[in-house]
């Protein structure tokens, strides 16, 4: 079976999928559903797990038994903040290990700051956690944070939230064919169409959550990036027919023809 393996655990599922931005907790486990997803992200700083007794916590909607919880670091700014929301993560999740970080340069773009990201992975992947990282997509900082010991590297494809799509198929394909841990893409995924190319150029998966959440209709987009995922997977497996620039080729055979 063609699975993800991350941190030493299968998925079936390519596409993992964010959980902020819905109107509301019932049309996020509608998408998530739709999408096929098994791991799901959770913005640590912006979602009630549990920090909040008394507001709906997104725990009752989506069960970490049926899901697999990817904390994460949105909205931080530096190694210290990033390292210190995980922590709280670790706590309020009995102990979880699988996280997702990401340090970001500035509030406009926010661009990943890589000199900060690699500071925070190497201190947590020295106190256990199986980290995720985002990061830009620079095949020599995507190796470099290989080389600390994240589980998987997550280079954007275009600026988060920004739906432009893939901008640089080249550097992805020189990130995938350089490092040997699960490469997907994160941030910039517009449609399902932009899904299909990142798994096509090779790549291990995708996580997205604006594409999904910001469409007018979510549940059904995340049933469109689910196909997606999965067709991209199967062309890059089945190997596509090369590009011949002016060479016509006939799909039917030219042999016993009537004459």
């Not at 920090?51 to 709906?56: E, I, L, S, T």
């Not at 210290?80 to 406009?108: N, Q």
């Not at 010991?149 to 997550?154: I, K, L, N």
């Not at 893939?166 to 893409?185: A, C, E, G, S, Y």
């Amino acid at each position: 079976m063609d699975t993800l393996n991350i941190a030493g655990k299968a998925y079936n599922s390519r596409l993992l999928v964010g959980t902020g931005k819905y109107k509301d907790f019932e049309q996020t486990r509608a998408a998530l559903d739709a999408s096929g997803c098994e791991i799901v992200t959770v913005a640590i700083r912006r979602t009630n797990i549990g920090q909040d007794a008394n507001a709906p916590s997104l725990l009752d909607f989506v069960p970490p038994e049926q899901f697999t919880y990817l904390p994460n670091t949105a909205g931080c700014y530096s190694a210290e903040d990033a390292v210190r929301t995980l922590r709280l993560a670790r706590e309020l999740l009995d102990g979880h290990k699988l996280v997702k970080l990401e340090v970001l340069g500035d509030p406009h773009t926010l661009y990943p700051n890589v000199i900060e990201t690699i500071a925070a992975a190497r201190t947590l992947v020295k106190e256990g956690f199986d980290v995720m990282v985002y990061t830009s997509d620079d095949p020599i900082i995507a190796k470099q944070l290989e080389d600390i010991g994240c589980v998987a590297v997550m280079p954007l494809a275009s600026l988060i939230g920004s739906g432009m799509g893939i901008l640089n198929p080249w550097n992805l394909q020189i990130i995938r064919d350089t490092i040997k841990v699960p490469v997907l893409v994160d941030a910039g995924v517009g449609t399902a169409s932009d899904a299909a190319i990142a798994m096509e150029l090779g790549c291990d998966g995708i996580l997205m959550n604006t594409a999904i959440a910001g469409a007018n209709n979510p549940v059904l987009m995340a049933s469109a990036m689910k196909k997606a995922v999965e067709a991209g997977r199967e062309a890059f497996l089945a190997g596509r027919m090369a590009k011949k620039l002016y060479s016509a080729s006939p799909s039917s055979p030219t042999t016993g023809l009537i004459s």
